[in-house]
């Protein structure tokens, strides 16, 4: 890849960090985020500045020539989105649109960060021309924000991982693994739903179909995801076994069990045949995911 300046929105989670974990050889790489995160041994160079704040990013447009934009920033809480839609509209759809615009007048290729809640989950396995219907707000924003995508920017692609896992950088909230993995640690019990179903997404495969898409530029949309469709608790098992922790504190409930504010979508996993083909990305299964993530551990440590 030749040397190239990215930017990536929302720099700080969990695909921020498989980002910077796997980010080619002589790429500048610029991350912004709303806090002033201090990141030991950090590969990108972090900037605080909200998307929201259209002047700040003209600024930043107006300093550094960008080749790709990876923007994946925005409210992601299901519950808080749909109690909040307004305020998530703000983070989202008006981020979205600032970004684009700018990578259009800029000449930049724009990678929106998109998300499986915009399928419905009663047709599973989805592909990228499946027509979508969310069920949730936070859905419904993140496929008016792909709309905003389309029309805003010159060149662009939409990426929608699925539920991903990984290790977050310390200051930010726990994924799905990690959460697991620090209650079976502690020898904590858990109760893990049995009736949602998806392909878990290792985030350094994320990363790497990423930035395939800044070295290829694709148009269109690239569902990513692993190999392995299963549920909550299925995943659970799998991490107490590649780690060696005790699967017999994990209980398997429905979906009923734990009242939530938004409705979930049943099973939107993906097919991810164009992601292999035109991204030169396999997926994984979620043992090898798991065993990758537990060899980096030292790295995390």
């Given at each position: ?18 980002l ?101 989950g009663k ?16 859905g ?5 924000c ?44 858990l ?80 097919v ?30």
């Amino acid at each position: 890849m030749r040397q190239r300046t990215v930017l990536v929105t929302g720099g700080t989670g969990l695909l921020g960090k498989g980002l910077e974990e796997t980010a080619p050889a002589g790429v500048r790489l610029i991350s912004i985020h709303q806090r002033d995160y201090r990141v030991k041994g950090s590969r990108a160079e972090h900037r605080v500045l909200d998307v929201r704040d259209e002047k700040g990013l003209r600024e930043l447009f107006s300093s550094v020539r960008f080749d790709a934009v990876i923007h994946a920033a925005g409210l992601a809480s299901v519950d808080y989105v749909e109690k909040h839609p307004e305020e998530a509209r703000g983070s989202n759809v008006t981020g979205t649109s600032h970004i684009a615009r700018l990578c259009r007048e800029q000449g930049a290729h724009l990678i929106y960060v998109s998300t499986n809640a915009v399928f419905d989950g009663k047709k599973a396995p989805y592909r990228e021309t499946d027509p979508i219907n969310p069920v949730n707000a936070y859905g419904r924003i993140k496929a008016e924000c792909e709309e905003v995508a389309r029309r805003d920017s010159g060149s662009w692609t939409i990426a929608r991982p699925i539920l991903m896992y990984g290790w977050n950088h310390v200051v930010t909230r726990p994924n799905t693994a990690t959460w697991i993995y620090d209650k079976l640690l502690k020898g904590e019990s858990l109760k893990l739903v049995d009736d949602v179903y998806e392909n878990p997404l290792y985030n350094i495969q994320c990363a790497r179909a990423l930035w395939a898409c800044v070295e290829r530029k694709p148009g269109g949309v690239f569902h990513l995801a692993g190999k392995d469709t299963l549920n909550r608790h299925e995943f659970g098992l799998k991490l107490a076994g590649v780690f060696g922790l005790d699967a017999s504190l994990i209980e398997a409930v429905d979906s009923s069990h734990f009242p939530s504010i938004a409705p979930r979508p049943p099973n939107t996993s993906f097919v991810t045949e164009r992601m292999e083909r035109e991204l030169g990305v396999s997926p994984m299964t979620v043992e090898q995911g798991l065993a990758a993530m537990k060899d980096s551990m030292e790295i995390v440590a």
